[in-house]
């Protein structure tokens, strides 16, 4: 599986990461969990509702969410952030 990130989340990977890099190696190690096991219970991983509909969110820790959406292609990274900025 290829995946692929937006620049929304290259912006906001970049804000969140900045002065944490613990947090890098939490966010690398969710997206390899994802890649190599998409359906593994530590991602906590579910289909959103509403306008978001063909989205998908994966959880990092505590509140922090990265939202993604399937391409033809792979995965589009296309959020990340807590709970209430991403929904």
């Known amino acids: 599986m290829r995946i692929f990130l937006s620049q929304n989340f290259l912006k906001k990977y970049k804000k969140i990461t ?5 947090l ?5 190690k969710k997206i390899f ?10 991602l ?12 998908w969110s994966i959880a990092v820790e505590g ?5 993604f959406t399937y391409i033809d292609e792979g995965i589009l990274l296309v959020d990340l952030g ?6």
């Open 18 to 22: 900045r002065r944490n890099i613990k």
């Open 24 to 28: 890098k190696e939490k966010i690398s």
């Open 33 to 42: 969990v994802f890649k190599m096991n998409p359906t593994h219970p530590s």
């Open 44 to 55: 906590k991983l579910h289909r959103l509702k509403g306008k978001m509909v063909d989205d």
């Open 63 to 67: 509140d922090l969410r990265i939202i």
């Open 82 to 87: 807590k709970h209430e900025e991403v929904y």
